[in-house]
């Protein structure tokens, strides 16, 4: 466990050395809940605001809902709709919006437990109208979970998190995008849990890339129908 929160270390103070010489450290917020009538269905929605500067020049917004079914503890497959919008950059949600996008995916999540890790490995698929131009995206997320202070995730626990993901486009260049995290988190109950880090996110094109990092703060609500429970893996919608 000293080994883990020593990597987790490194990787943060890594990521604010390179932030503080490279842009300004935006915020990345999200709320997240989800309402789970048995083990096996679940409704979801997620909110999120994210920033160009520290809790300020707020230029994304983001909502979205839809159904999850697992039809095991090893498999979860997901429906999502959502609505992403992009403004102008030097202000607060400042006008006018230079990208509007309507989007719907499916997704399959494959989970495994190594030891005391939780290992995910996700698979989307993305249909997106965005500025009135249709396309599809393809991505990929790794993401591993390790409970730092008991043998696995449940109330009272503090866990190390990171995650790798990639996006690839059906369209000329294909490559889009790559986003990682690494952060810790607290599950305070069923109920609530709580997780924080940095992000790097590097976008691609053929005539201009550009790196941010964010500070991300996830706050995740999950509601469950009278006794039933379900296996808890605190990971962002998005």
Not at 27 to 55: C, D, H, M, P
Not at 78 to 88: A, D, E, M, P, R
């Amino acid at each position: 466990m000293k080994y883990s929160l020593c990597i987790i270390t490194v990787l943060i103070f890594t990521i604010l050395h390179s932030t503080a010489q490279n842009n300004y450290l935006g915020t990345w917020n999200v709320a997240n809940i989800q309402y789970s009538f048995n083990k096996k269905t679940s409704l979801w929605a997620e909110g999120q605001l994210r920033s160009q500067k520290f809790v300020n020049d707020f230029f994304y917004h983001e909502i979205k809902t839809g159904i999850n079914y697992k039809p095991n503890k090893s498999l979860s497959i997901l429906v999502g709709i959502g609505q992403y919008n992009t403004y102008s950059l030097g202000g607060n949600f400042k006008s006018p919006v230079t990208a509007h996008e309507f989007r719907l995916w499916e997704q399959f999540t494959l989970v495994n437990n190594i030891g005391n890790l939780k290992l995910e490995h996700r698979y989307r698929i993305e249909q997106r109208w965005r500025n009135e131009e249709y396309r599809n995206r393809f991505r990929y997320r790794i993401n591993p979970i390790l409970p730092i202070n008991n043998n696995k995730l449940e109330n009272k626990t503090l866990f190390a998190t990171l995650y790798d993901e990639i996006f690839i486009s059906d369209k000329p260049g294909y490559f889009e995008r790559n986003r990682f995290f690494a952060g810790l988190g607290y599950q305070f109950s069923k109920l609530i849990t709580i997780q924080s880090g940095f992000i790097r996110q590097f976008d691609y094109s053929p005539s201009q890339s550009s790196t941010k990092d964010f500070l991300q703060t996830t706050l995740f609500i999950r509601l469950q129908h009278q006794n039933e429970t379900t296996d808890l893996h605190p990971s962002s919608i998005d």
